[in-house]
């Protein structure tokens, strides 16, 4: 029985610190980051940075939209863009990117970015 409970205990701490979960920086937090992917949340404050701080980048990513979100999305080389974006949406992003996005609306907005890794 005590065997069976040592075991136990060890794979759990084997799964927890191979999927990191500690606070990346301000707004982000790592889900899991493991030799597979890498998940962070992004929480940010009204007239705050919603996916990192300033003008940041991007490896090719899913991200899905978990609140309704009003955003400006400035491109590193292009014109700011608002959109809303609804809870429940999922883009792919194909391409690296260099961006900021800054949260325009009058809520808090949480997105989870997902990043594979090869």
Known sequence: MKYLLVTSMLFVSAVTFGQNTVTAGPGEKVIIDNDKMKVIEHTSQPEGDVCGVGMHHHEPHLTTVLTDAKVRITPENGKPQEME??????????????????????????????????
């Open 85 to 118: 974006v609804k809870s429940g949406t999922s883009i792919w992003f194909d391409v690296a990117e260099t961006h900021s996005v800054a949260n325009i609306g009058d809520r808090p907005t949480k997105m989870i970015l997902v990043y594979l890794k090869e």
